[in-house]
């Protein structure tokens, strides 16, 4: 490969990178309606051709943001469960730091699981960012329990529950402890 080549192929992941910053940037400032590839184009100084060059639309510029997050959500998730001296409090940093993480990222979680995307989940193409958050749950259960993978579906769409219903004032934040405590009480045993 010329360096000339290796060159643009570096100014297109920078460019790349750049339109997802500022994506998520800007719906952190004003919210995802604010996020237009107009705006977008006029945020990055690149017209609007160039970035369709790299996203085929607002929803895949949302997808890559989304998946970005993921990324940051299995460290943060990983981090939280290495974190802890007992194997049986696993579960509870994990599920401590999933809302911590909605909580102080509102719009990049909403990317990740509200808005529209074509990110797969629980299939053969799940992103790998995407599977690693999903392990995280399921490494809070021991290894031969041959239902972990059910538990961590159900302990994450739980979580994603909360985390809706806190967010649209149906339930109050100031519960989430107890609420992590329900869960982990009905589920850290579970054979």
């Known amino acids: 490969m010329s360096a000339i080549r290796e060159r643009r192929e570096r100014e297109r992941?920078?460019?790349?990178?750049?339109?997802?910053?500022a994506a998520r940037e800007l719906a952190e400032a004003e919210g995802w309606e604010a996020v237009t590839t107009?705006?977008?184009?006029?945020?990055?100084?690149?017209?609007?051709?160039v970035l369709y060059s790299h996203f085929n639309g607002r929803d895949a510029i949302v997808g890559a943001v989304a998946?970005?997050?993921?990324?940051?959500?299995?460290?943060h998730l990983r981090r939280a469960r290495q974190a802890v001296a007992r194997p049986g409090e696993a579960l509870r940093a994990v599920c401590g730091a999933y809302l911590e993480f909605a909580t102080e990222r509102p719009a990049l979680y909403q990317a990740m699981f509200i808005l529209p995307t074509d990110l797969t989940f629980a299939g053969a193409e799940t992103p790998v960012p995407l599977r690693a958050c999903f392990d995280e749950f399921v490494s809070c259960f021991r290894?031969?329990?041959?239902?972990?993978?059910?538990?961590?579906?159900?302990?994450?769409?739980?979580?994603?529950?909360?985390?809706?219903?806190s967010d649209g004032g149906?339930?109050?934040?100031?519960?989430?402890?107890?609420?992590?405590?329900?869960?982990v009480t009905q589920?850290?045993?579970?054979?």
């Not at 107009?38 to 051709?49: D, G, I, T």
């Open 13 to 21: 992941a920078h460019r790349h990178q750049m339109i997802i910053t």
């Open 38 to 49: 107009r705006r977008l184009a006029e945020r990055v100084e690149y017209s609007q051709p």
């Open 67 to 75: 998946l970005d997050g993921f990324g940051e959500l299995a460290l």
């Open 143 to 165: 290894p031969d329990n041959e239902r972990r993978e059910l538990l961590a579906e159900v302990i994450w769409s739980a979580l994603h529950g909360i985390v809706v219903l």
């Open 170 to 183: 149906r339930i109050p934040p100031a519960g989430q402890e107890e609420r992590i405590d329900c869960l």
């Open 187 to 191: 589920f850290a045993n579970t054979p």
